[in-house]
Every structure is written in C-alpha cells, then in structure tokens.
C-alpha cells in the first residue's frame, strides 16, 4: 500500500516539476514516470522496515 501511494505521489510531483518548467506532454510523462520510479523504490524499502519491526516473528 505504501509503494502504491508513493508512486502515484511520485508521479504527481514529477508532473507537476516538469510543468514547472515548461515542459511539453513527452518531458511532462518522463518526469512522472522517473519520479514515480523512485518514490517506488522509496517506498519498498520503507514496507521491508515497516514489516521488519511490526511484523517480526
């Protein structure tokens, strides 16, 4: 759930960066994918600590 949100945050924020700076649709679309990419990243690593620590046996 957490890698879902953050990706789709990701992308919001990359659009709106590429917007920012007066980007066309095809750098507005890279951005949100290579921002949503890494918040993804962001959030796995947050899942693996979330479950390491709550859900440890």
Do not use: E, H, P
Not at 17 to 46: C, E, H, L, P, T
Request: hydrophobic letters at 60%; aromatic letters at 10%.
């Amino acid at each position: 759930m957490i890698v879902i949100v953050l990706g789709i945050l990701g992308a919001v924020l990359g659009g709106l960066s590429a917007r920012k700076r007066r980007g066309n649709r095809k750098d507005i679309a890279q951005y949100a994918a290579g921002y949503a990419i890494a918040f993804m990243i962001v959030g796995m690593v947050i899942t693996v600590f979330v479950d390491r620590i709550f859900f440890a046996g």
